[in-house]
């Protein structure tokens, strides 16, 4: 589970607002604030969704700025994070309905540079003494899983991100994708187990 | 509860979502179920697979990025609101603007009223041509009539002809007559120019003119000299001139409202005559019957199907035998109504 759930608390929340009020009150600068606390967790919600480093890029840019140009109808009903987070999964979902059409996800080799397009090169090292091979066979292990969320449903995608990957709460993801509790929660169980298929199908019995 | 039953709930039973009672269902189907046991802890281990993923980072200039295009949408905002949020500016650029559309509107208004206007006015300028012609066409009859009416100044005789320039239906035009030779020839001229739908008044005029003031210039030695011939050219003059007059008023009536009918008729009782005329309207199917005062003439205007008009002709006659008409109906062809306007007068002969 990630650990940057710091931004969620109550305090960043508070001083969220305070920066969106001083955005809204003519200075941009403060923005940047907002930007520098987000963006992380926005950039894994883009790259877990469309399995694409340079889109999730773009989708994270375009975010921001279609959060900074809506920053006036931000009413304080959810959280901010909340809020831009639902902006960063739209983005997403418009991509991926985008590039439907193409080929999206180029199958990437395991024998392959490891420093390639498929984004290994940005994840983190857990420890940085960690045996090489240990750390080879992580890098395989998440590329696969990657690969398995990249050919669920969009629907089954994005909610398992959002509740599996990033952790939200269901009341978090009503807001985002503005959906009932209940359709959150069977949409959830459906897209668990199809994940769980696929991944007895990459790993053999979990 | 059954094993289907059971997975459905696995997901949120994970995730602590179920009622105490529900939880406890779960826990002893999955206590005695291998196969729902089994699809927990799958369900576990594929929940905690996602769990562990790894945080990507996102690239090292995406924070510069973002905020170098919301200072360039900033900027491009900030250039219009220097341009046009200081009051100093806007107001002022607001009230030219107001001006400006306000004097437009006038602008507008009064072109569209001035057509209007043209359209309106009674036909002025044709019969304004009409009656400055016939002073041209009069000169040798004027001499003549200086022979017969002695005793007038010259003077008085300039100012009568001049003035009905407005007013060609005023007592001057109506004490110049010709002689015979001139009369049927003005006659003959304006007669041969029946107003055409539309057709300009002034190719009229043109036409008519020449020919007639080449005659007229001989024509003075041949004036009779003796009063009862004298009483009569002027009664005949008197008729051609009215006559002329209503041909050029139709002419010119025709060019502005697009091609009507002008029909004058001389009524001894003018109030019986607009009575009887109003009648004959009605029973020919006239329409948009409209009527309105000129000068010291009623003018009754309708649309009317050509077909009856030669019969409004006839019975108009028939009421006032002044009644002059073109010689041929405007249109007469056309299937389409024709406008046509009946002017009731005093009859001049009516003492």
């Known amino acids: 589970m990630s650990n940057n759930r710091e931004t969620d608390g109550k305090g960043t929340l508070d001083e969220d607002s305070r920066y969106v009020a001083l955005c809204n009150s003519g200075e941009p600068q403060a923005f940047e604030v907002l930007v520098r606390r987000h963006q992380k967790k926005m950039f894994n919600i883009a790259y877990r969704m469309t399995g694409n480093y340079d889109d999730a890029a773009d989708i994270v840019q375009d975010s921001f700025l279609s959060a900074y140009k809506a920053l006036k109808t931000f009413r304080g009903e959810a959280k901010f994070s909340t809020w831009l987070y639902g902006i960063v999964v739209n983005h997403a979902r418009n991509r991926i309905r985008y590039t439907s059409g193409k080929k999206y996800h180029e199958p990437v080799s395991l024998d392959g540079d490891p420093s390639d397009e498929s984004g290994l090169k940005s994840i983190e090292a857990r420890s940085g003494d960690a045996p090489v091979i240990d750390m080879l066979v992580r890098k395989e292990t998440q590329e696969k899983v990657q690969r398995c969320i990249d050919r669920l449903e969009k629907e089954h995608r994005e909610i398992l991100v959002l509740r599996d990957i990033q952790g939200f709460s269901y009341e978090e993801i009503t807001v985002m994708l503005g959906l009932a509790e209940g359709t959150v929660k069977s949409r959830l169980s459906r897209a668990r187990a199809a994940i769980r298929e696929s991944f007895k199908k990459v790993f053999g019995d979990l | ?351």
């Open chain 2, 1 to 351: 509860m059954n094993c289907s039953e059971i997975e459905d709930k696995l997901s949120a039973y994970l995730d602590g979502l179920l009622h105490d009672d529900e939880r406890n269902n779960v826990e002893k189907h999955c206590a005695e179920c291998i196969r729902c046991r089994h699809s927990l802890e799958e369900l576990e281990r594929t929940k905690n697979i996602l769990g562990e993923l790894d945080e990507v980072e996102p690239p090292s200039w995406l924070t510069e990025r973002v905020m170098s295009r919301i200072r360039e949408k900033e900027e491009a905002r900030g250039w219009l609101k220097r341009l046009f949020l200081p009051l100093r500016v806007k107001v002022p650029i607001e009230a030219l603007a107001m001006v400006f559309v306000a004097v437009l509107s006038v602008y507008i208004y009064r072109s569209t009223v001035t057509d209007i206007d043209r359209f309106d006015r009674p036909p002025e300028g044709p019969l304004a041509s009409a009656t400055r012609s016939v002073p041209e066409k009069t000169q040798a009859a004027r001499v003549g009539k200086e022979d017969i009416e002695k005793g007038r100044e010259p003077g008085q005789k300039e100012k009568k002809i001049g003035a009905p320039a407005a007013k060609p239906q005023g007592p001057a035009l109506k004490e110049i007559p010709g002689p015979p030779s001139q009369v049927a020839q003005q006659d003959n001229a304006v007669r041969t120019e029946t107003p055409g739908r539309g057709g300009p008044p002034f190719a009229l005029e043109k036409r008519a003119v020449p020919g007639s003031l080449k005659d007229e210039r001989v024509s003075p030695a041949a004036i009779p000299p003796s009063p009862a011939e004298t009483e009569r050219f002027k009664a005949k003059a008197m008729a051609a001139r009215e006559e002329q007059i209503s041909e050029y008023r139709a002419a010119a009536s025709g060019s502005a409202q697009g091609g009507s009918i002008r029909i004058t008729v001389k009524a001894r009782n003018v109030p019986d005559t607009l009575s009887k005329v109003r009648g004959i309207m009605t029973a020919l199917s006239a329409r948009e019957v409209r009527e309105r005062t000129e000068n010291d003439s009623t003018v009754i205007s309708c649309l009317m199907d050509p077909k009856v008009i030669p019969e409004l002709k006839d019975r108009l006659a028939a009421i006032a035998p002044g009644t002059e008409g073109p010689a041929r109906s405007i249109g007469s062809g056309d299937a389409a109504p024709q406008r046509v306007e009946i002017v009731v007068i005093k009859d001049p002969r009516d003492p």
